[in-house]
């Protein structure tokens, strides 16, 4: 954990998932309370800051987006080195984008910390009539494999500060 002089932590967290999941729309809807209609421009940001208060104390997360690698599945370690909290995302109405979960959580598990809180989430939980993963299925395999678990709509805000959040707090009280 980096101690800066103006905040009291900061805390290193990557999204990860298929392409087209939705990772930078979170992103944005997290740290600009935006969602852009006509698509993202990938400007070579690696990552967003956007700073919450916990037990009265400020934390800023710092949080890794892609530059498209997914696609490639040609993530570095760089892009894992430090991490501690995970959001690996999946579209809810794309099986297939369920399907690669598990390798993305293996990607993960060997590439960052074995402490790093991860947080399974099933996105464009608006779009309810094209749903293709039943929250159930969602749930049972976080159970299963022990993450956190939440469905979210980058697009109307449901549960993305929650998301965040949780996995904030979650590594606040561990480490
Ligand atoms: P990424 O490749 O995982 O970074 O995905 P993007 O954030 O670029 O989003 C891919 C597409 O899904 C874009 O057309 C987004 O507008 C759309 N999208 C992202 N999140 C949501 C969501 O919560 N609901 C809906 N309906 N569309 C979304
Ligand atoms: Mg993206």
Same mark, same amino acid.
């Given at each position: ?71 490639? $599945? ?8 430090? *991490? %501690?909290? #995970?959001?690996? =995302? ?5 099986? @297939? ?46 159970? $299963? ?8 709509? *980058? %697009?109307? #805000?449901?549960? =993305? ?5 949780? @996995? ?8």
């Amino acid at each position: 954990v980096l101690v800066s002089s103006t905040m009291d932590y900061v805390f290193k967290l990557v999204i990860i998932g298929d392409s087209a999941v939705g990772k930078t729309q979170l992103l944005s809807r997290f740290s600009r309370n935006e969602f852009c209609n006509y698509g993202l421009a990938t400007v070579g940001v690696e990552f967003q800051t956007k700073t919450i208060l916990i037990d009265k104390k400020l934390i800023k997360a710092q949080i890794w987006d892609t530059a498209g690698q997914e696609r490639f $599945r040609s993530i570095t370690s760089a892009y894992y080195r430090g *991490a %501690l909290g #995970a959001l690996i =995302v999946y579209d809810i109405t794309k099986w @297939v984008s369920f399907v690669q979960v598990p390798r993305w959580l293996e990607d993960l598990r060997m590439q960052a910390d074995p402490s790093v809180v991860i947080m399974l989430v099933g996105n464009k939980c608006d779009l309810e009539g094209l749903r293709a993963v039943s929250v159930e299925a969602g749930r049972e395999f976080a159970e $299963r494999e022990g993450l956190l678990f939440l469905e979210t709509s *980058a %697009l109307d #805000a449901t549960n =993305v500060e929650t998301a965040f959040q949780t @996995v904030m707090e979650r590594i606040y009280k561990v480490g």
